[in-house]
Nanobody
Framework: QVQLVESGGGLVQAGGSLRLSCAAS????????MGWFRQAPGKEREFVAA??????LYADSVKGRFTISRDNTKNTVYLQMNSLKPEDTAVYYC??????????????????WGQGTQVTVSS
C-alpha cells in the first residue's frame, strides 16, 4: 500500500513557476513508477508527465515547460512547472504503480492516487 500526499500548489501569474511535490509512504518508493495528472473544472482528467526509474514522458501541452523528477532518498516525486499559462489551471494529482520500466500516460493503470493540489494561473 502506498499513500501519496501532494503539496506546492497555489496561485501564480502567467509566466511564473511552481514546483509540486508528492511524498510517498513506504520503503519501496523506487519500485514505483510515478505520474502526474490534472483535472480542470468541467474537464476530464488528463495526463501531464510520468517517469519510471529515470527519464520522463510528457503531454504535448507541457513539453518543454514542465519537468518531472524524483528523489528516492526522500520518497518524493516533483513536477517543476515553468512558463505557466492560464490553461494550466487545474487540480494536480500524483499517481503510482509498480515500476516495470514502462512509462504510462493512462490514468487507469495507476493503482495509487494522492488527494490533489490546486494550481491556479492568473492572466
Amino acid at each position: 500500500q502506498v499513500q501519496l500526499v501532494e503539496s506546492g500548489g497555489g496561485l501564480v501569474q502567467a509566466g511564473g513557476s511552481l514546483r509540486l511535490s508528492c511524498a510517498a509512504s513506504g520503503r519501496t518508493f523506487s519500485s514505483y513508477a510515478m505520474g502526474w495528472f490534472r483535472q480542470a473544472p468541467g474537464k476530464e482528467r488528463e495526463f501531464v508527465a510520468a517517469m519510471a526509474w529515470s527519464g520522463g514522458l510528457y503531454a504535448d501541452s507541457v513539453k518543454g515547460r514542465f519537468t518531472i523528477s524524483r528523489d528516492n532518498t526522500k520518497n518524493t516525486v516533483y513536477l517543476q512547472m515553468n512558463s505557466l499559462k492560464p490553461e494550466d489551471t487545474a487540480v494536480y494529482y500524483c499517481a503510482a504503480r509498480w515500476n516495470t520500466g514502462t512509462l504510462y500516460s493512462t490514468g487507469g493503470v495507476y493503482d495509487y492516487w494522492g488527494q490533489g493540489t490546486q494550481v491556479t494561473v492568473s492572466s
